[in-house]
Each structure stands twice: as C-alpha cells, then as structure tokens.
Nanobody, 127 residues
C-alpha cells in the first residue's frame, strides 16, 4: 500500500474550476494505477477518473461519462503526484473526492481495483 494525501478542494461557483492534487508517499508510485472517486452525502462512492502507467508513458485514462470533456486526470511521477483538473463545475459535482492507488494494469473504475485511499477533500459547487 501507499499513503495518499489529497489537497485542492474548496468552494467554487458553478462554472468555475478547481485542481485537486494527490501526493503519494512511496517511490513505487509510478507502478500504480491512480484513480479519483467521489462520495456525496447519502450516496455510494463513485468512480470519477483513472490513469494507468506503462514505463515512461501514460497507458490509459478512463472517465465517468458525466465528467468527460470537463475533467482531466494527469500524473507527474517525478513528484509522486496525480492531479484532477475540474472545469465547468456543476452543483452535482459537490462531494468528497478521494484519491486511490492500485496495482491494476489498466485504468479501472472499480473500487475493488484500489487498495490505497486518501482521506478525502471536500469540493462544494454553489449554484
């Protein structure tokens, strides 16, 4: 497992942008598939985006349908950090966002594909 710490959440108006960051504690971060999930009050945790890695290049990315074209996931292995750039935010994007790491060989959207989780960061979008 790897320790993950998220940052970058906050309050933003609808249509605005936020960038979430997730920094990992281990140098083997580059071998992990990284994902972002979110959980709104009273709802189950849901997949948002994921990125896998193959050597020196991104192998694949995967997005929840409703965030495609608005959110972008990226990683900087030199900094052990994965990012989630969120644009054109909507009130329905309001949730606690969690960073996750796992050893899946592809950018899976399944919770079971991840064994390391951050503590979460709150994103609130006001309408």
């Amino acid at each position: 497992q790897v320790q993950l710490v998220e940052s970058g959440g906050g309050l933003v108006q609808a249509g605005g942008s936020l960038r979430l960051s997730c920094t990992a504690s281990r140098r083997t971060f580059s071998n992990y598939t990284m994902g972002w999930f979110r959980q709104a009050p009273g709802k189950e945790r849901e997949f948002v985006a994921a990125i896998s890695w193959n050597g020196g290049t991104t192998k694949s990315t995967n997005y929840k349908y409703s965030v495609k074209g608005r959110f972008a996931i990226s990683r900087d292995n030199a900094k052990n950090t994965v990012y989630l750039q969120m644009n054109s935010l909507k009130s329905e994007d309001t949730a606690v966002y969690y960073c996750a790491g796992g050893r899946s060989s592809w950018a899976t959207g399944s919770v079971s594909g991840y064994d390391s989780w951050g503590q979460g960061t709150q994103v609130t979008v006001s309408s």
